[in-house]
Structure formats: structure tokens, C-alpha cells
């Protein structure tokens, strides 16, 4: 038995995605015959090199066990290393629905790199107050190049910490500016996106929260996503990361948003068991290999 790629359709951009990104449709063909798919999408080069994604794999019923997803799969890696990607991750559903997918990428390599999770805001009235005196402020103009520079760092140290083939910290550093430099093209002005500093009961500066909405997936609605809240390292364990979370909750509501969610590392257990604590669930556990 042969078992091949054929593409189900074109190339198409990627709405939201960084500019560059194309994904397509494959058929999973056995002796020609389709016996299921797999979608691949391949970002654009940057500093850390091409990443590729793979999704939407699906075998039919009676094709199940086979090895027919895992041949699959590595026929897509070749696809993704045809076009000079050099990482690869792919997105699996929480356990149980996820399961066999989660066993299949173990055996092909794939190590945790980061999880989604998500949670429904609650209602203006069931909002917790922040605590403490704190109080929240924009970030201004004059303030986003020092804000922007924290970012990078701690956008390096996590990612230097995660998943296969994680970038050196200063590879990392790199696309971090990258990254800032898609989602914020108008520095703290770039509309969707809410930049906060948390300020203590004595006005000091104490956290961060940077925050955007974006277009539910299968959705015509929006959600809030956190793309990272942090505590200065001179007040941290003292309840501020936790307080910006809620200020993110905050955020959200005032503008009719009903859903935020995020992505964290897998590494970062502080973080893991925050959000659990505040009450988001997985949605997508995403793992990672080096082509």
C-alpha cells in the first residue's frame, strides 16, 4: 500500500496571521483513494528560522489504526521540510478527545511546548475588584519603547525555556521584536490592543498587561486573547500577576467581549496554576519538533 499527499485545493493566506503565511488543504491518499486529511501551513522566514503547523488531521472510520495518521504526518513533515522549514508544531485537543493524537505525536518526536486556555468572562456584576488599591493606567507613547523592551526579555526568557528546538535567548529576543512589530505596528495607538500598567496602593508600578481582541476562530464574534501580563521582579508574590488577570477580565467586558483567552508555556508552572486557579480551562495543547 502506497500512501501519498495530493493537495485539496490552493494555497490561501491566512487571516490575522503574520503577512506570509499560506496553509493548505492535503488529502491523505492510499493507492490514490482518499482516506482522510491534513492541513499544513507555513509562516513566513524570520529570526528564528521558517516554523511550519500542522492541523485538522483526520483518518476515516474504517482506515483507524493502520498507521494511516502517522504516515500522515510524515508525509507532511517532508512537505514542510521541501519548503525550509525548520520547526514544526502541531495543536491537539485536551485529553480524553485528544488521546490518540497525543500517543502518535510522542512516538513522531513531538515534545509539550505550549497549551491554550481560555475562559467566559464573567458578568459586570461578578467582577472581583482588583484589590489591594490597585489601579490601572494606559500605557503612553513616551512610555512604549521601555514597555516594549520588558516585553522582549520576557518574551526571550520564556521561549528559550520551551518545547523542541527552543531559539537561543537572543534568536528569541529577535522575534520577539518580530512579533511586536506585526501586533503593534502603531506602538500603544495600535487599535485592538490594550496596554496596561498596574499600579500599587503607594503608585508604584508593579505589572503589565497587554492585551488584544481578535476575531473568534468559527466565529464572527470577537474574544480577548493575553498576549502577556507580568509583575515587576521587585513585586512579584504579592498578588499583582494575578490582579492584572483580573484587570484583563475587566478589559474585556467594558468592551463586550465574552470570551479571553491565552497562551502559556508548558514549563511555567506559576503561571499553569494561576490561570487554573482563576478559573480557565485547556482548549489546545500545542507540541513541537525539529525538522
Known amino acids: 500500500m502506497t500512501t501519498t499527499l495530493r493537495p485539496a485545493g490552493p494555497e490561501e493566506d491566512v487571516p490575522g496571521a503574520p503577512p506570509g503565511t499560506r496553509t493548505r488543504r492535503y488529502e491523505i491518499c492510499v493507492n490514490s483513494r482518499p482516506a482522510g486529511g491534513?492541513?499544513?501551513t507555513v509562516g513566513p522566514d524570520g529570526p528564528t528560522g521558517r516554523t511550519g503547523e500542522l492541523s485538522e488531521l483526520a483518518v476515516e472510520e474504517n482506515g483507524r489504526r493502520r498507521g494511516r495518521g502517522t504516515v500522515g504526518v510524515l508525509a507532511a513533515e517532508e512537505v514542510l521540510r521541501a519548503r525550509g522549514v525548520s520547526r514544526v508544531i502541531a495543536?491537539?485537543?485536551?485529553?480524553?478527545?485528544?488521546?490518540?493524537a497525543l500517543a502518535m505525536a510522542a512516538s513522531l518526536g513531538y515534545v509539550p511546548d505550549t497549551r491554550w486556555m481560555a475562559k467566559a468572562v464573567p458578568a459586570e456584576a461578578d467582577l472581583p475588584e482588583l484589590g489591594g488599591g490597585r489601579t490601572a493606567r494606559p500605557v503612553t507613547e513616551?512610555?512604549?519603547?521601555?514597555?516594549?523592551?520588558?516585553?522582549?526579555?520576557?518574551?526571550?526568557?520564556?521561549?528559550?525555556?520551551?518545547?523542541?528546538g527552543a531559539p537561543d535567548p537572543e534568536a528569541a529576543r529577535a522575534a520577539g521584536e518580530e512579533a511586536l512589530r506585526v501586533l503593534l505596528p502603531d506602538g500603544a495607538a495600535t487599535r485592538d490592543a490594550v496596554l496596561r500598567t498596574l499600579v500599587d496602593a503607594d503608585g508604584a508600578d508593579v505589572a503589565s498587561l497587554w492585551l488584544g481582541f481578535r476575531r473568534s476562530e468559527g466565529s464572527t464574534g470577537r474574544r480577548g486573547w493575553v498576549y502577556a501580563v507580568e509583575a515587576d521582579e521587585a513585586h512579584r508574590?504579592?498578588?499583582h500577576g494575578r490582579a492584572a488577570m483580573l484587570l484583563a477580565e475587566r478589559e474585556c467586558r467594558a468592551a463586550g467581549v465574552d470570551e479571553l483567552g491565552l497562551n502559556v508555556h508548558e514549563g511555567n508552572a506559576a503561571a499553569l496554576g494561576l490561570y487554573t486557579s482563576l478559573g480557565y480551562r485547556t482548549t489546545?495543547?500545542?507540541?513541537?519538533k525539529r525538522l
Not at 495543536?91 to 490518540?100: C, F, L, N, V
Not at 521601555?146 to 518545547?163: K, M
Not at 489546545?284 to 513541537?288: E, G, K, L
Open 38 to 40: 491534513i492541513r499544513i
Open 91 to 100: 495543536g491537539i485537543p485536551p485529553e480524553p478527545d485528544g488521546t490518540a
Open 142 to 164: 513616551e512610555e512604549f519603547p521601555a514597555w516594549a523592551a520588558r516585553a522582549f526579555a520576557s518574551f526571550a526568557r520564556l521561549s528559550a525555556a520551551s518545547g523542541a
Open 237 to 239: 508574590g504579592q498578588g
Open 284 to 288: 489546545r495543547r500545542w507540541y513541537a
